[in-house]
Protein backbone atom coordinates (compact mmCIF):
# COMPACT_ATOMS: atom_id res chain seq x y z
CA UNK A 1 0.00 0.00 0.00
CA UNK A 2 1.93 3.08 -1.59
CA UNK A 3 1.91 6.46 0.80
CA UNK A 4 -0.65 8.81 -0.30
CA UNK A 5 0.07 11.86 1.53
CA UNK A 6 -3.91 12.41 1.67
CA UNK A 7 -5.10 15.07 4.17
CA UNK A 8 -8.02 14.85 6.58
CA UNK A 9 -10.00 16.26 3.87
CA UNK A 10 -9.23 13.87 1.23
CA UNK A 11 -9.29 10.53 3.64
CA UNK A 12 -13.09 11.65 4.88
CA UNK A 13 -13.84 11.92 0.08
CA UNK A 14 -12.44 8.37 0.14
CA UNK A 15 -13.94 6.97 2.76
CA UNK A 16 -17.33 8.55 2.07
CA UNK A 17 -16.98 6.80 -1.31
CA UNK A 18 -15.65 3.80 -0.24
CA UNK A 19 -18.67 3.41 2.09
CA UNK A 20 -20.88 4.19 -0.74
CA UNK A 21 -20.14 0.63 -2.47
CA UNK A 22 -21.91 -0.57 -0.05
CA UNK A 23 -24.19 -3.45 -2.10
CA UNK A 24 -27.10 -3.35 0.29
CA UNK A 25 -29.95 -1.28 -0.57
CA UNK A 26 -32.39 0.00 2.10
CA UNK A 27 -35.15 -2.00 2.06
CA UNK A 28 -38.07 -0.55 -0.07
CA UNK A 29 -40.02 -1.21 3.32
CA UNK A 30 -38.61 1.53 5.16
CA UNK A 31 -39.01 4.20 2.59
CA UNK A 32 -41.21 6.83 3.17
CA UNK A 33 -43.26 6.39 -0.51
CA UNK A 34 -43.38 2.48 -0.19
CA UNK A 35 -46.59 2.77 1.88
CA UNK A 36 -49.42 5.30 1.78
CA UNK A 37 -49.59 6.21 4.93
CA UNK A 38 -45.88 7.36 5.30
CA UNK A 39 -46.31 8.78 2.48
CA UNK A 40 -49.38 10.88 3.27
CA UNK A 41 -47.40 11.73 6.48
CA UNK A 42 -44.29 12.70 4.81
CA UNK A 43 -46.17 14.92 2.62
CA UNK A 44 -47.94 16.76 5.17
CA UNK A 45 -44.65 17.45 6.58
CA UNK A 46 -42.82 19.05 4.70
CA UNK A 47 -45.89 21.97 4.18
CA UNK A 48 -46.32 21.71 8.26
CA UNK A 49 -42.42 22.33 8.41
CA UNK A 50 -42.22 25.00 5.76
CA UNK A 51 -45.32 26.81 7.40
CA UNK A 52 -43.94 26.22 10.85
CA UNK A 53 -47.06 24.76 12.45
CA UNK A 54 -45.14 22.99 15.02
CA UNK A 55 -44.06 26.70 16.38
CA UNK A 56 -47.65 26.77 17.98
CA UNK A 57 -48.76 23.28 18.01
CA UNK A 58 -47.46 20.08 19.37
CA UNK A 59 -47.74 17.44 16.44
CA UNK A 60 -46.41 14.21 17.10
CA UNK A 61 -45.27 14.91 20.18
CA UNK A 62 -42.96 17.42 18.41
CA UNK A 63 -42.80 21.36 18.94
CA UNK A 64 -45.24 23.76 20.55
CA UNK A 65 -42.57 26.32 21.51
CA UNK A 66 -44.46 28.70 22.09
CA UNK A 67 -45.89 26.57 25.40
CA UNK A 68 -42.87 27.72 27.00
CA UNK A 69 -44.16 31.13 27.18
CA UNK A 70 -46.72 30.43 29.74
CA UNK A 71 -47.02 29.59 33.05
CA UNK A 72 -48.07 25.85 34.01
CA UNK A 73 -51.05 27.33 34.84
CA UNK A 74 -51.82 29.23 31.90
CA UNK A 75 -51.56 26.68 29.82
CA UNK A 76 -55.44 26.37 28.61
CA UNK A 77 -54.42 29.75 26.64
CA UNK A 78 -51.70 28.42 24.49
CA UNK A 79 -52.79 26.79 21.00
CA UNK A 80 -54.38 23.38 21.28
CA UNK A 81 -52.47 20.52 20.96
CA UNK A 82 -52.82 18.73 17.66
CA UNK A 83 -52.07 15.33 18.81
CA UNK A 84 -54.60 12.76 17.16
CA UNK A 85 -56.42 15.73 15.44
CA UNK A 86 -57.18 13.61 12.45
CA UNK A 87 -58.92 11.52 14.46
CA UNK A 88 -60.81 14.34 16.30
CA UNK A 89 -62.12 16.74 13.62
CA UNK A 90 -64.11 15.86 10.23
CA UNK A 91 -61.73 15.89 7.16
CA UNK A 92 -64.03 18.67 5.12
CA UNK A 93 -64.18 20.58 8.73
CA UNK A 94 -60.61 20.80 8.64
CA UNK A 95 -60.09 22.04 5.40
CA UNK A 96 -62.60 25.00 5.58
CA UNK A 97 -60.49 25.83 8.75
CA UNK A 98 -57.43 25.75 6.82
CA UNK A 99 -58.81 28.08 4.39
CA UNK A 100 -60.30 30.64 6.90
CA UNK A 101 -59.67 30.42 10.88
CA UNK A 102 -61.12 33.51 11.73
CA UNK A 103 -64.40 32.57 13.74
CA UNK A 104 -63.10 31.63 16.78
CA UNK A 105 -63.54 28.41 18.57
CA UNK A 106 -62.36 29.01 21.52
CA UNK A 107 -63.17 32.59 22.77
CA UNK A 108 -60.29 32.32 25.48
CA UNK A 109 -57.64 32.57 23.50
CA UNK A 110 -55.28 35.75 22.70
CA UNK A 111 -53.11 33.54 20.08
CA UNK A 112 -54.91 33.50 16.96
CA UNK A 113 -54.06 30.75 13.89
CA UNK A 114 -53.16 32.59 10.93
CA UNK A 115 -54.27 31.93 7.60
CA UNK A 116 -51.57 30.56 5.29
CA UNK A 117 -51.81 30.70 1.22
CA UNK A 118 -52.72 27.25 0.75
CA UNK A 119 -54.06 26.42 -2.73
CA UNK A 120 -56.73 23.86 -2.21
CA UNK A 121 -54.01 20.83 -3.19
CA UNK A 122 -51.81 21.91 -0.17
CA UNK A 123 -54.69 22.19 2.29
CA UNK A 124 -56.00 18.59 1.28
CA UNK A 125 -52.45 17.35 1.83
CA UNK A 126 -52.35 18.99 5.14
CA UNK A 127 -55.46 17.19 5.83
CA UNK A 128 -54.66 14.02 4.34
CA UNK A 129 -51.59 14.05 6.72
CA UNK A 130 -53.25 13.96 9.63
CA UNK A 131 -56.04 11.26 8.64
CA UNK A 132 -53.07 9.26 8.16
CA UNK A 133 -51.25 10.10 11.82
CA UNK A 134 -54.02 9.41 13.72
CA UNK A 135 -54.37 5.89 11.80
CA UNK A 136 -58.29 7.25 10.55
CA UNK A 137 -59.77 6.45 7.29
CA UNK A 138 -59.69 9.56 4.12
CA UNK A 139 -61.67 10.51 2.73
CA UNK A 140 -64.41 10.30 6.25
CA UNK A 141 -67.02 8.20 5.13
CA UNK A 142 -70.16 10.72 7.65
CA UNK A 143 -71.28 8.18 9.80
CA UNK A 144 -74.42 10.07 10.76
CA UNK A 145 -75.90 9.95 14.30
CA UNK A 146 -79.49 8.93 14.44
CA UNK A 147 -81.78 11.23 16.14
CA UNK A 148 -82.44 10.13 19.82
CA UNK A 149 -86.22 8.25 20.36
CA UNK A 150 -88.27 10.64 22.12
CA UNK A 151 -87.89 9.24 25.37
CA UNK A 152 -84.07 9.23 25.36
CA UNK A 153 -83.80 12.79 24.28
CA UNK A 154 -85.83 13.59 27.34
CA UNK A 155 -83.33 11.59 30.01
CA UNK A 156 -80.46 12.95 27.29
CA UNK A 157 -81.65 16.91 28.00
CA UNK A 158 -82.19 16.05 31.95
CA UNK A 159 -78.36 15.04 32.20
CA UNK A 160 -77.15 17.97 30.27
CA UNK A 161 -79.33 20.48 31.64
CA UNK A 162 -80.10 19.43 35.19
CA UNK A 163 -77.14 17.06 35.75
CA UNK A 164 -74.04 17.35 34.34
CA UNK A 165 -75.02 21.64 33.50
CA UNK A 166 -72.97 21.64 30.11
CA UNK A 167 -73.93 24.98 29.05
CA UNK A 168 -72.86 26.44 31.89
CA UNK A 169 -69.11 26.97 30.19
CA UNK A 170 -70.97 25.74 26.28
CA UNK A 171 -72.63 27.84 24.39
CA UNK A 172 -75.60 27.00 21.59
CA UNK A 173 -74.41 29.56 18.90
CA UNK A 174 -72.66 32.70 19.76
CA UNK A 175 -71.87 33.44 23.29
CA UNK A 176 -73.68 36.76 24.52
CA UNK A 177 -71.40 39.79 24.57
CA UNK A 178 -72.14 39.31 28.86
CA UNK A 179 -70.00 36.25 28.83
CA UNK A 180 -66.72 36.26 30.47
CA UNK A 181 -64.46 34.48 27.43
CA UNK A 182 -62.27 33.03 29.92
CA UNK A 183 -64.60 30.76 31.48
CA UNK A 184 -66.31 29.89 28.32
CA UNK A 185 -66.38 26.35 26.19
CA UNK A 186 -67.11 26.02 22.28
CA UNK A 187 -70.09 26.25 20.57
CA UNK A 188 -71.77 22.49 21.18
CA UNK A 189 -73.86 23.53 17.88
CA UNK A 190 -70.50 23.29 15.72
CA UNK A 191 -69.66 19.43 16.90
CA UNK A 192 -71.87 18.10 14.12
CA UNK A 193 -70.20 19.51 11.29
CA UNK A 194 -66.59 19.27 13.22
CA UNK A 195 -65.91 16.38 15.40
CA UNK A 196 -65.81 12.51 14.73
CA UNK A 197 -68.41 10.58 16.77
CA UNK A 198 -66.01 8.53 18.34
CA UNK A 199 -63.85 10.95 19.16
CA UNK A 200 -66.40 12.97 21.06
CA UNK A 201 -67.11 9.56 22.41
CA UNK A 202 -63.47 9.16 24.10
CA UNK A 203 -63.56 12.83 24.95
CA UNK A 204 -66.71 12.68 27.35
CA UNK A 205 -65.48 9.16 28.83
CA UNK A 206 -62.06 10.95 29.74
CA UNK A 207 -61.39 14.01 28.62
CA UNK A 208 -58.12 14.69 30.68
CA UNK A 209 -56.68 11.37 29.10
CA UNK A 210 -56.68 13.12 25.71
CA UNK A 211 -56.33 17.07 27.09
CA UNK A 212 -54.25 16.72 29.84
CA UNK A 213 -55.38 19.82 31.96
CA UNK A 214 -58.29 20.76 30.02
CA UNK A 215 -60.73 22.75 31.69
CA UNK A 216 -63.75 20.30 30.79
CA UNK A 217 -64.33 18.00 33.65
CA UNK A 218 -64.56 14.09 34.04
CA UNK A 219 -67.73 13.22 34.76
CA UNK A 220 -67.36 9.60 34.32
CA UNK A 221 -65.59 7.03 36.35
CA UNK A 222 -62.68 6.07 33.42
CA UNK A 223 -61.36 3.67 35.64
CA UNK A 224 -64.42 1.49 36.61
CA UNK A 225 -66.92 2.04 34.48
CA UNK A 226 -69.82 -0.07 36.54
CA UNK A 227 -69.47 2.38 39.39
CA UNK A 228 -73.09 3.66 39.23
CA UNK A 229 -72.93 7.59 38.95
CA UNK A 230 -76.11 8.79 38.01
CA UNK A 231 -78.77 6.53 38.99
CA UNK A 232 -81.73 8.55 37.78
CA UNK A 233 -80.38 8.00 33.92
CA UNK A 234 -80.16 5.26 31.73
CA UNK A 235 -80.14 2.71 34.12
CA UNK A 236 -77.04 3.94 35.58
CA UNK A 237 -75.73 2.17 33.34
CA UNK A 238 -71.88 5.01 32.23
CA UNK A 239 -72.08 3.24 28.72
CA UNK A 240 -75.71 4.42 27.79
CA UNK A 241 -75.33 7.95 29.28
CA UNK A 242 -71.96 8.34 27.17
CA UNK A 243 -73.56 7.11 24.34
CA UNK A 244 -76.74 9.19 24.61
CA UNK A 245 -74.14 12.55 25.58
CA UNK A 246 -72.64 11.81 22.62
CA UNK A 247 -75.86 11.73 20.13
CA UNK A 248 -77.24 14.35 21.97
CA UNK A 249 -74.21 16.27 20.91
CA UNK A 250 -73.75 15.60 17.36
CA UNK A 251 -77.69 15.97 16.35
CA UNK A 252 -77.77 19.05 18.33
CA UNK A 253 -79.78 21.51 16.26
CA UNK A 254 -78.62 24.65 15.00
CA UNK A 255 -80.27 27.65 17.10
CA UNK A 256 -81.93 29.88 14.12
CA UNK A 257 -80.08 32.88 14.86
CA UNK A 258 -76.80 30.75 14.05
CA UNK A 259 -75.58 31.52 10.83
CA UNK A 260 -73.49 28.43 9.69
CA UNK A 261 -69.85 29.61 10.57
CA UNK A 262 -67.63 29.90 8.12
CA UNK A 263 -65.55 27.24 9.41
CA UNK A 264 -68.09 24.81 8.94
CA UNK A 265 -68.06 25.29 4.78
CA UNK A 266 -68.43 22.25 2.98
CA UNK A 267 -64.93 22.39 0.35
CA UNK A 268 -65.78 22.91 -3.39
CA UNK A 269 -67.03 20.04 -5.18
CA UNK A 270 -63.93 20.13 -7.02
CA UNK A 271 -61.36 19.07 -3.93
CA UNK A 272 -62.81 14.99 -4.80
CA UNK A 273 -60.37 15.15 -7.78
CA UNK A 274 -57.24 16.54 -5.91
CA UNK A 275 -57.39 13.54 -3.66
CA UNK A 276 -54.34 11.43 -4.14
CA UNK A 277 -55.07 8.12 -5.50
CA UNK A 278 -55.62 4.49 -3.58
CA UNK A 279 -57.38 7.04 -0.06
CA UNK A 280 -59.32 3.21 0.42
CA UNK A 281 -56.18 1.31 1.61
CA UNK A 282 -55.46 3.70 4.34
CA UNK A 283 -58.85 2.73 5.64
CA UNK A 284 -57.71 -0.91 5.46
CA UNK A 285 -54.72 -0.19 7.43
CA UNK A 286 -57.19 0.79 10.28
C1 LIG B 1 -49.32 31.56 15.71
C2 LIG B 1 -49.68 30.25 16.18
C3 LIG B 1 -50.22 29.25 15.19
C4 LIG B 1 -49.61 28.71 14.07
C5 LIG B 1 -48.24 29.05 13.50
C6 LIG B 1 -50.51 27.71 13.56
N1 LIG B 1 -51.65 27.63 14.32
FE1 LIG B 1 -53.16 26.30 14.13
N2 LIG B 1 -54.14 27.15 15.66
C7 LIG B 1 -53.68 28.21 16.43
C8 LIG B 1 -54.69 28.59 17.40
C9 LIG B 1 -54.60 29.71 18.41
C10 LIG B 1 -55.78 27.71 17.20
C11 LIG B 1 -57.12 27.69 17.93
C12 LIG B 1 -58.11 28.48 17.12
C13 LIG B 1 -59.46 28.56 17.78
O1 LIG B 1 -59.75 27.78 18.69
O2 LIG B 1 -60.24 29.42 17.35
C14 LIG B 1 -55.39 26.81 16.12
C15 LIG B 1 -56.19 25.76 15.66
C16 LIG B 1 -55.80 24.85 14.70
C17 LIG B 1 -56.59 23.70 14.29
C18 LIG B 1 -57.95 23.33 14.84
C19 LIG B 1 -57.80 22.54 16.12
C20 LIG B 1 -59.15 22.12 16.66
O3 LIG B 1 -59.56 20.98 16.48
O4 LIG B 1 -59.82 22.95 17.23
C21 LIG B 1 -55.89 23.08 13.30
C22 LIG B 1 -56.29 21.83 12.53
C23 LIG B 1 -54.67 23.84 13.09
N3 LIG B 1 -54.63 24.90 13.96
C24 LIG B 1 -53.71 23.50 12.15
C25 LIG B 1 -52.59 24.30 11.89
C26 LIG B 1 -51.68 24.05 10.78
C27 LIG B 1 -51.80 22.92 9.79
C28 LIG B 1 -50.74 25.04 10.84
C29 LIG B 1 -49.60 25.29 9.86
C30 LIG B 1 -49.98 25.39 8.45
C31 LIG B 1 -51.03 25.87 12.01
N4 LIG B 1 -52.17 25.40 12.60
C32 LIG B 1 -50.26 26.93 12.43
C33 LIG B 1 -52.44 28.81 16.31
C34 LIG B 1 -51.51 28.56 15.33
C1 LIG C 1 -66.38 23.47 33.41
C2 LIG C 1 -66.66 23.76 32.03
C3 LIG C 1 -67.20 22.64 31.15
C4 LIG C 1 -68.31 21.86 31.36
C5 LIG C 1 -69.29 21.88 32.52
C6 LIG C 1 -68.41 21.00 30.19
N1 LIG C 1 -67.38 21.25 29.32
FE1 LIG C 1 -67.11 20.38 27.51
N2 LIG C 1 -65.41 21.46 27.20
C7 LIG C 1 -64.94 22.42 28.08
C8 LIG C 1 -63.77 23.06 27.49
C9 LIG C 1 -62.94 24.17 28.11
C10 LIG C 1 -63.57 22.44 26.23
C11 LIG C 1 -62.50 22.76 25.19
C12 LIG C 1 -61.24 22.00 25.31
C13 LIG C 1 -60.29 22.42 24.20
O1 LIG C 1 -60.38 21.90 23.11
O2 LIG C 1 -59.47 23.30 24.44
C14 LIG C 1 -64.63 21.45 26.10
C15 LIG C 1 -64.77 20.65 24.96
C16 LIG C 1 -65.88 19.86 24.72
C17 LIG C 1 -66.15 19.19 23.48
C18 LIG C 1 -65.32 19.33 22.21
C19 LIG C 1 -65.81 20.55 21.48
C20 LIG C 1 -65.05 20.90 20.23
O3 LIG C 1 -65.65 21.48 19.31
O4 LIG C 1 -63.85 20.63 20.16
C21 LIG C 1 -67.34 18.50 23.63
C22 LIG C 1 -68.04 17.66 22.58
C23 LIG C 1 -67.80 18.74 24.98
N3 LIG C 1 -66.88 19.56 25.63
C24 LIG C 1 -68.96 18.23 25.50
C25 LIG C 1 -69.43 18.52 26.79
C26 LIG C 1 -70.65 17.94 27.36
C27 LIG C 1 -71.58 17.00 26.62
C28 LIG C 1 -70.75 18.43 28.63
C29 LIG C 1 -71.79 18.06 29.67
C30 LIG C 1 -71.92 16.63 29.90
C31 LIG C 1 -69.62 19.33 28.85
N4 LIG C 1 -68.84 19.34 27.72
C32 LIG C 1 -69.41 20.06 30.00
C33 LIG C 1 -65.48 22.79 29.30
C34 LIG C 1 -66.62 22.25 29.86
Redesign the pocket.
Known amino acids: MPQFDFNDTEVDLVMTFLKSRYSEKIPYSYLADADDRHAAIAHGDQ ?2 DY ?3 R ?3 MIDFQGGA ?1 RDIYAEDDLWKA ?2 L ?1 QQ ?1 GW ?2 QPDW ?1 FG ?2 HD ?1 SS ?3 PW ?1 D ?4 T ?1 PLTDAKATT ?1 VQSFSARANVPYPYISAKVPDLPPKELTEAKAMVYDQLKCFKCHTAGAPSADQDPASLAPNLELAKRRLRPDWVEAWLRNPQALQEGTRMPNFFTPENFSTVMYPKYFGGSQERQIQALRDFVMTLPDTPATKPQATAKPPPKKKAALTPAKPRSLEAKR
Not at 111 to 114: F, G, H, L, Y
Open positions: LIYNCGCHIPPLERVMFLPKLRLVRMPFV
